[in-house]
């Protein structure tokens, strides 16, 4: 079996206006060592996939129970993350082989705590090592990514560094424990261009040289392009199209990616105007029937309000649901 | 900055004294007149305001008072009792400052570990229960809480409970007996008077928890595998921590508003008691002037403390970021 | 928007209003949601108008004229329907005979005269008042302001003859009930003049701070923390007790509200000046000021309405406790005195042993007291929420 596999996931929210449905039905495939784009605007529902992985959603989540995140140890044992409930098997999900890092560093690092605490903490809760090792390691994996003079930054404080030092000393530390998945919210949207450049390189040169496979969430298809094999796009809780990062991007199946591709700005032809896709996202609370895009879809036909389309096979690993595809095939 | 806020406090106090109408000279030969001497004069008034030094004008005397007091702790002379203030105040002011620290003590130890423990189960029963209790805190002024102990205990024990030491040991000299007799009664005054800010610290505590703990900071500490009581004390419990060393200062004024009248339901003579007595029976403005000087001395104090102990939490302070 | 269709209309226009409302409409369209806040501001109106019409809705004065002199230190009184003697649509009481005589060792005794009903009548005829009285009382000679209108003399309701005591009465025989609804309107009225005397006050000063921010700024600050830092009751109590003992009730009733406002203003000329600097440097300050207004035009037509909502909400909150420190001083006896009817001066009175051990229906003022606070802590918070829309789901 594949690394992790995301079967019929659904996650609902308890508000006070009602049950939010945040992610319905969404499934998908990640094989060891590859990295998976997850695209969408917010709201999408991207953020709440993969921090289900982990169970790190907030107390008011409830995941349906036929939801299934399948996801293969390193002992070859196959752990259903979302229903995790013993100590052992969360540190494996949680730190253990499944790493996070978040869109804004400064915000996921302790104020109070120096950088090296915390990396050192959480070396020890996953390898039975000495606080000298973890040190060590910690030091190691701080100059790894690039932070220059590592034993002085260990001792300091998040505050104290900038913006793209941050970024690194949280990839350092999610990367302390040499996880084989993971899961990026958004690493760069926080950095200026060049800085972003650099870190994104800094992680695929990671990630080949530990051998893990990511997930890497963002709203930029351009990102996603750069670093993802496989891309996943999301619209209000759906995946509405997946397939290998060529073919979703050279030959965009459903309306929604075609409009998110047109979106992005050319370098050919710079008086172009710029082409949004239109409308807004939908209120959560109230989520269109049929094909959740059909309020903004360009090309809706009389039933997309009506029934929901089903998965329509493009080739052999790109799919994407639309009724207009259904005629095709 | 303590020391310029001390400044302007002894201003404050000292010009609100001044504005009070009618000088000491005028209430203590009104005073002695009523002691049955003959009618008084102006001639008499102005004599003794010269005596007193009353004729200075108001900046010097400040300045002769704040001299005084923060070169040799001295706070002048009671207008009627001709007797230092120091004399007077002694051993009632610890005992007042005693008091109102057991309170500070007895509502924080309550309010810190219950406001955690409801923060970890938002809107149980339980959490809401404590909800309303800490809503009641504002509601139920500390003087009602005490009237209302004191309407049970007379209904149902025939005792008020009330006073600080027994009746054998009230002109006692210090003793070992005394100091356990006084401890043994002053739990419920030091219940009563941190009664509000229990309440309200429960809330403040509770509600500070809550934040931090959907910060992104705890949810990052999750993903790299903390949880229990690892996560919850070395993340949001010491975070949520700041503020509340932070308001220390506030409660501490807190209880003194409720010091006296607390005090004077419960008669408990030694303590706040003796504030309203110089200033209802006795029209002492020098005494009560001092008083109020000394509280504010103590909460600045205190706020002196906690800004220190805040630095040694919070190395964001330490380094001067905030 | 083009592709907005039609199952979406009806939603979108709900959500048209939703984001083109203004601060004050939003604030109050997340209030209404919150239940506990709904029914604690339908209360307090409750409150608001008996404290209004204090006069119109008490059956007697409150004062010594309105007396009941064969009931003094009485208990409470129940409306009935029927009793043995047959039913009634009106509902009635007994009455109240009391007498002394040999056989009861000259001690006054009351008995109920069973055959002796007292009916409820509906806008009776009572004692004269003025249902709108305006009055400053300004110590020494001369100054009172006093304006008065509608003189009335129909009360809600009243018996046929005797008295009713709903809530029994005083050991001078004047009824509790009369004297809480005053009571409620006149601790209602302290605060009031408090907090606006405090808002007016932190305007000035935490408007100048924030504005100018700087030097301005750092002095004012100072000052602020120095006064927060005074215990605001022992000083009260300071300067309360000098007050000349000739002094009239309206005259200490005025002081003591301008004392409170003078004490209260630091809490909220901070907020204020929070406000106004995080809102100083705002795009579309620097925008009116590079189209040349004036800072008077800039912090009236531009600052201040930008956080009103705000403000309103800081005044709530600040409600209480101004009405909490003026119990507090009457309580002791260094704020209203008899015969003026605070809920201080009501609770008061009812603390003496004699009271406590037989008496305890004089304790009715309390709960309406705690109740009326609750309400407005539970209004202040509501709006608070609902005025700072990141505390939601906090709590």
Known sequence: MALLEVKDLSIQFATDEGMITAVDGVSFNLEAGQTLGLVGESGSGKSVTAKSIMQLNAGNTSVSPQSQILFQTAAGKILDASKVKDKQDMMIIRGGEISMIFQEPMASFAPAMTIGTQMVEAIRIHKDVSKQEAKDIAIHMLSRVGISDATHRFKQYVFELSGGMRQRAMIAMALSTKPRLLIADEPTTALDVTIQAQVLELMKELQHEFGMAMIFISHDLGVIRQVADVVAVMYLGKVVEFGPVRSVIDAPAHPYTQGLLASLPTLKDFDAPLKPVPGDIPSPLERPSGCVFHTRCLKRVDRCDKAVPERSQLSADHWAHCFLLEDVA | MAVITLFLVSFIVFGLMELVPGNCAERYVAYKNTQGRASISEADIRAEEIRMGLDKPFVVRWFNWTK????????????????????????????????????????????????????TIRNSATDTTFRFISYLGLALPNFMVALGIMLFSTLYFGDTLTGLFSNEFRDAPWSTAKLLNFLSRAWMPALILGWSSTALQLQTVRALMSDENDKLYVTAAKARGLSGAKLFWRYPARQALGPVINSIGFDLNRIFNALPIVATILTLNEAGFILLESLAISNDQEVAGAIIFLLTVSIVFLNFITDVLLGIIDPRIRKGMI | MASVTAPATKASTNKESYYTAGQAQLIWSRFKRNRAAMISAILLLFFVIVGIFAPFISPYAPTIAGKDPDYLNGAPQILRFWDENGFSIVPFTYTVERTRSAATNLRWVETINKEERRYLRFFVKGWDYYLIDFFIDLPGRNYDVRWRALKMDRHLFGM???????????????????????????SLAIGTVGVILSFVLALIIGGIAGYFGGWIDGVIQIITDAVRVVPTIPLYMAIAAFLPDDWSAEARFFFISIVLGLLGWPTLARRIRTHLLAERTQDYVLAAKLAGASPRRIISRHLLPSFTSYIIVDLVITFPYTVLAETSLSFIGLGLKDPVNSIGVLLKNATNVDVMLNYQWQFIPVPIFIILVLAFVFVGDGLRDAADPYAQGKK
Not at chain 2, 72 to 97: A, M, P
Not at chain 3, 160 to 178: E, N, P, V, W
């Open chain 2, 68 to 119: 005084d007091v923060f070169t040799k702790g001295y706070l002048g002379e009671s207008c009627l009792r001709r007797t230092s203030v120091n004399q007077i105040l002694q051993d009632k002011f610890w005992i007042s400052l005693g008091l109102t620290l057991a309170a500070l003590l007895v509502s924080y130890l309550i309010a810190i570990p219950v406001g955690m423990f409801s923060s």
């Open chain 3, 160 to 186: 046929d003859k005797g008295f009713i005591h709903f809530f029994g009465t005083d050991k001078d025989g004047k009824d509790l009930f009369s004297r809480t609804v005053h009571a409620v309107g006149i």
